[in-house]
Protein backbone atom coordinates (compact mmCIF):
# COMPACT_ATOMS: atom_id res chain seq x y z
CA UNK A 1 0.00 0.00 0.00
CA UNK A 2 1.30 3.62 -1.09
CA UNK A 3 2.01 5.35 1.99
CA UNK A 4 -0.30 8.69 0.21
CA UNK A 5 -2.98 7.84 -1.72
CA UNK A 6 -4.91 9.88 -4.21
CA UNK A 7 -7.18 9.48 -6.78
CA UNK A 8 -5.71 10.37 -10.04
CA UNK A 9 -8.84 11.92 -11.72
CA UNK A 10 -8.53 13.51 -13.97
CA UNK A 11 -11.50 15.85 -12.55
CA UNK A 12 -13.07 17.68 -15.22
CA UNK A 13 -15.37 20.32 -14.20
CA UNK A 14 -17.18 23.41 -15.37
CA UNK A 15 -16.25 26.87 -13.91
CA UNK A 16 -17.92 27.83 -11.12
CA UNK A 17 -18.57 24.11 -9.72
CA UNK A 18 -17.36 22.76 -6.41
CA UNK A 19 -14.81 20.05 -6.48
CA UNK A 20 -13.39 18.08 -3.34
CA UNK A 21 -10.29 15.78 -3.50
CA UNK A 22 -9.46 13.47 -0.64
CA UNK A 23 -6.26 11.60 0.56
CA UNK A 24 -5.43 8.75 2.65
CA UNK A 25 -2.16 8.10 4.45
CA UNK A 26 -0.55 5.60 5.76
CA UNK A 27 1.79 6.00 8.60
CA UNK A 28 0.03 7.15 11.95
CA UNK A 29 3.56 8.97 12.94
CA UNK A 30 2.97 11.83 10.29
CA UNK A 31 2.63 14.80 11.99
CA UNK A 32 2.61 17.63 9.07
CA UNK A 33 -0.15 17.95 6.32
CA UNK A 34 -0.29 20.06 3.01
CA UNK A 35 -1.80 20.76 -0.15
CA UNK A 36 0.50 21.71 -2.86
CA UNK A 37 -0.39 22.60 -6.53
CA UNK A 38 1.96 21.09 -9.81
CA UNK A 39 1.18 23.11 -13.09
CA UNK A 40 2.56 21.21 -15.84
CA UNK A 41 6.13 20.25 -16.00
CA UNK A 42 6.97 22.84 -12.98
CA UNK A 43 8.10 22.43 -9.56
CA UNK A 44 5.06 21.79 -6.62
CA UNK A 45 3.68 25.26 -4.94
CA UNK A 46 2.68 25.30 -1.63
CA UNK A 47 -1.10 25.64 -1.70
CA UNK A 48 -2.16 25.35 2.28
CA UNK A 49 -1.68 23.45 5.32
CA UNK A 50 -3.99 21.42 6.62
CA UNK A 51 -5.35 20.84 10.34
CA UNK A 52 -7.92 18.81 12.19
CA UNK A 53 -9.81 21.88 13.09
CA UNK A 54 -9.92 22.55 9.31
CA UNK A 55 -8.94 25.72 7.76
CA UNK A 56 -10.40 28.00 4.94
CA UNK A 57 -8.23 30.24 2.62
CA UNK A 58 -10.73 32.13 0.11
CA UNK A 59 -12.56 29.52 -1.98
CA UNK A 60 -10.41 26.51 -0.35
CA UNK A 61 -10.92 24.87 2.21
CA UNK A 62 -8.60 22.10 3.95
CA UNK A 63 -9.74 19.00 6.62
CA UNK A 64 -7.53 16.61 8.06
CA UNK A 65 -9.18 13.45 9.93
CA UNK A 66 -6.84 11.86 11.93
CA UNK A 67 -8.86 9.27 13.58
CA UNK A 68 -9.34 8.22 9.27
CA UNK A 69 -5.64 9.06 8.36
CA UNK A 70 -7.84 11.38 5.98
CA UNK A 71 -6.98 14.76 3.96
CA UNK A 72 -9.91 16.79 1.99
CA UNK A 73 -9.41 19.67 -0.21
CA UNK A 74 -12.20 21.50 -1.29
CA UNK A 75 -12.50 24.22 -3.91
CA UNK A 76 -15.49 26.25 -4.39
CA UNK A 77 -16.77 28.49 -7.63
CA UNK A 78 -13.62 26.63 -9.72
CA UNK A 79 -11.43 29.42 -12.19
CA UNK A 80 -10.08 28.17 -15.28
CA UNK A 81 -6.77 29.33 -13.43
CA UNK A 82 -7.34 26.44 -10.98
CA UNK A 83 -6.91 23.76 -13.70
CA UNK A 84 -3.94 21.94 -12.30
CA UNK A 85 -2.50 18.79 -10.37
CA UNK A 86 -3.23 18.86 -6.76
CA UNK A 87 -0.57 17.00 -4.45
CA UNK A 88 -1.34 15.94 -0.86
CA UNK A 89 1.67 15.72 0.97
CA UNK A 90 2.36 14.72 4.60
CA UNK A 91 5.51 15.36 6.69
CA UNK A 92 6.65 13.12 9.69
CA UNK A 93 8.79 15.53 11.89
CA UNK A 94 10.66 18.61 11.97
CA UNK A 95 13.27 18.18 9.43
CA UNK A 96 13.25 15.11 7.34
CA UNK A 97 11.56 14.04 3.84
CA UNK A 98 8.01 15.12 2.40
CA UNK A 99 6.14 12.20 1.31
CA UNK A 100 4.01 12.91 -1.92
CA UNK A 101 0.72 11.35 -3.15
CA UNK A 102 0.79 11.15 -7.33
CA UNK A 103 -1.05 13.97 -7.62
CA UNK A 104 -5.23 14.70 -8.62
CA UNK A 105 -5.38 16.07 -12.41
CA UNK A 106 -8.38 19.25 -12.31
CA UNK A 107 -9.26 20.48 -15.59
CA UNK A 108 -11.72 23.55 -15.16
CA UNK A 109 -13.36 23.78 -19.00
CA UNK A 110 -15.24 27.48 -19.43
CA UNK B 1 16.32 36.76 -1.92
CA UNK B 2 16.53 34.59 -4.77
CA UNK B 3 14.54 31.63 -4.35
CA UNK B 4 15.90 27.77 -4.68
CA UNK B 5 18.19 27.52 -7.96
CA UNK B 6 19.34 24.74 -10.23
CA UNK B 7 20.84 23.88 -13.19
CA UNK B 8 20.88 23.40 -15.49
CA UNK B 9 17.12 23.89 -16.40
CA UNK B 10 17.08 20.57 -19.52
CA UNK B 11 20.16 17.99 -19.90
CA UNK B 12 20.38 16.03 -22.43
CA UNK B 13 22.71 12.77 -22.16
CA UNK B 14 23.41 9.37 -24.23
CA UNK B 15 23.15 6.15 -22.20
CA UNK B 16 26.41 5.86 -20.49
CA UNK B 17 27.34 9.18 -19.62
CA UNK B 18 27.10 11.20 -16.44
CA UNK B 19 24.89 13.66 -15.12
CA UNK B 20 25.56 16.29 -12.93
CA UNK B 21 22.63 18.42 -11.38
CA UNK B 22 23.09 21.40 -9.34
CA UNK B 23 21.30 22.98 -7.02
CA UNK B 24 21.75 26.09 -4.93
CA UNK B 25 19.48 26.32 -1.59
CA UNK B 26 18.38 29.61 -0.76
CA UNK B 27 20.08 32.43 1.35
CA UNK B 28 20.75 30.74 4.76
CA UNK B 29 19.18 27.70 4.44
CA UNK B 30 21.60 24.82 5.13
CA UNK B 31 19.04 22.01 4.11
CA UNK B 32 18.93 20.19 0.96
CA UNK B 33 16.30 17.56 -0.51
CA UNK B 34 16.35 15.80 -3.75
CA UNK B 35 13.28 14.49 -4.91
CA UNK B 36 12.71 12.92 -8.58
CA UNK B 37 9.03 12.65 -10.42
CA UNK B 38 9.05 10.08 -13.16
CA UNK B 39 6.66 10.61 -16.64
CA UNK B 40 3.03 10.26 -14.69
CA UNK B 41 4.09 9.38 -11.22
CA UNK B 42 5.00 11.38 -7.69
CA UNK B 43 7.78 13.07 -6.65
CA UNK B 44 9.97 10.91 -4.70
CA UNK B 45 12.25 11.77 -1.79
CA UNK B 46 15.74 10.33 -2.97
CA UNK B 47 18.50 12.10 -0.02
CA UNK B 48 18.46 15.08 2.51
CA UNK B 49 21.90 16.89 3.07
CA UNK B 50 23.15 19.39 5.31
CA UNK B 51 26.62 21.21 4.48
CA UNK B 52 28.83 18.41 3.88
CA UNK B 53 26.63 15.53 5.69
CA UNK B 54 24.34 13.18 4.32
CA UNK B 55 21.54 12.54 6.44
CA UNK B 56 18.74 10.10 4.86
CA UNK B 57 19.59 8.79 1.63
CA UNK B 58 16.95 5.79 1.99
CA UNK B 59 15.60 7.19 -1.47
CA UNK B 60 18.51 6.73 -3.33
CA UNK B 61 18.96 4.30 -6.14
CA UNK B 62 22.01 1.78 -4.18
CA UNK B 63 23.96 2.22 -7.00
CA UNK B 64 25.26 4.63 -9.87
CA UNK B 65 23.32 7.97 -7.70
CA UNK B 66 25.72 9.87 -5.66
CA UNK B 67 24.95 13.41 -3.85
CA UNK B 68 26.69 15.77 -2.27
CA UNK B 69 26.33 19.23 -0.19
CA UNK B 70 29.86 21.01 -0.20
CA UNK B 71 31.38 23.12 2.74
CA UNK B 72 30.77 25.90 -0.39
CA UNK B 73 29.19 25.46 -3.24
CA UNK B 74 26.03 23.99 -4.43
CA UNK B 75 24.54 20.90 -3.40
CA UNK B 76 25.34 18.21 -6.66
CA UNK B 77 23.37 15.55 -7.30
CA UNK B 78 25.51 12.63 -9.58
CA UNK B 79 24.29 10.17 -11.45
CA UNK B 80 26.83 8.02 -13.12
CA UNK B 81 26.24 5.91 -16.59
CA UNK B 82 22.62 7.12 -17.13
CA UNK B 83 20.14 4.36 -18.62
CA UNK B 84 16.89 5.70 -20.12
CA UNK B 85 14.94 5.17 -16.92
CA UNK B 86 16.49 7.70 -15.03
CA UNK B 87 15.13 10.32 -17.70
CA UNK B 88 12.73 12.48 -14.84
CA UNK B 89 12.10 15.45 -13.53
CA UNK B 90 14.95 15.92 -10.76
CA UNK B 91 13.60 18.87 -8.05
CA UNK B 92 15.70 19.70 -5.10
CA UNK B 93 14.65 22.18 -2.36
CA UNK B 94 15.86 24.01 0.69
CA UNK B 95 14.76 24.41 4.63
CA UNK B 96 15.97 26.87 7.10
CA UNK B 97 18.31 25.31 9.99
CA UNK B 98 15.90 26.09 13.32
CA UNK B 99 14.05 22.97 14.13
CA UNK B 100 10.65 22.81 16.22
CA UNK B 101 7.59 22.77 13.78
CA UNK B 102 7.45 21.62 10.17
CA UNK B 103 10.13 24.12 8.20
CA UNK B 104 8.96 24.77 4.82
CA UNK B 105 10.62 23.21 2.08
CA UNK B 106 11.15 25.79 -1.22
CA UNK B 107 11.37 23.62 -4.21
CA UNK B 108 13.81 25.07 -7.34
CA UNK B 109 12.02 24.95 -10.85
CA UNK B 110 13.87 21.58 -11.48
CA UNK B 111 16.41 19.94 -13.87
CA UNK B 112 14.69 17.91 -16.39
CA UNK B 113 16.67 14.89 -17.98
CA UNK B 114 16.39 12.89 -20.74
CA UNK B 115 18.64 10.44 -21.68
CA UNK B 116 18.56 9.03 -25.10
Known amino acids: RKEVEQDPGPFNVPEGATVAFNCTYSNSASQSFFWCRQDCRKEPKLLMS???SGNEDGRFTAQLNRASQYISLLIRDSKLSDSATYLC???????????FGKGTKLSVKP | NAGVMQNPRHLVRRRGQEARLRCSPMKGHSHVYWYRQLPEEGLKFMVYLQKENIIDESGMPKERFSAEFPKEGPSILRIQQVVRGDSAAYFC??????????????FGPGTRLTVL
Open chain 1, 89 to 99: VVHRGSQGNLI
Open chain 2, 93 to 106: ASSPPKGGAYNEQF
Open chain 1, 50 to 52: VYS
